[in-house]
Nanobody
Framework: QVQLVESGGGLVQAGGSLRLSCAAS????????MDWYRQAPRKQREVVAT???????NYADSVKGRFTISRDNTKNPVYLQMERLKPEDTAVYCC????WGVGYWGQGTQVAVPS
């Protein structure tokens, strides 16, 4: 089992920055791809950023150039640095990890960017 716990969310003004963290615990060896997803009110969950164990990252078009995903493969935390935040970034952000074909989710952390 893998447990994921997110932190770092909060209320930030438009144009501001936040850094989300996701700590992994439990059986964390062989964790592969890790992602950040978000779900805004009345919208479907969407993938924001993905990173492989080799450090290859991909981003949703809506966050390219503003968000940066990174990870530490020794302890498997994953981070999401968010810059120039917009009201449309308001959502619950969840960490997701895949280990041996099984997906694990954290509880999420709220990010609010008032308009």
């Amino acid at each position: 089992q893998v447990q994921l716990v997110e932190s770092g969310g909060g209320l930030v003004q438009a144009g501001g920055s936040l850094r989300l963290s996701c700590a992994a615990s439990g059986i964390i060896f062989s964790i592969g791809v890790m992602d950040w997803y978000r779900q805004a009110p009345r919208k479907q969950r969407e993938v924001v950023a993905t990173i492989t164990t080799g450090g290859t990252s991909n981003y949703a078009d809506s966050v390219k150039g503003r968000f940066t995903i990174s990870r530490d493969n020794t302890k498997n935390p994953v981070y999401l640095q968010m810059e120039r935040l917009k009201p449309e970034d308001t959502a619950v952000y969840c960490c997701h990890a895949v280990r041996w074909g099984v997906g694990y989710w954290g509880q999420g952390t709220q990010v609010a960017v008032p308009s």
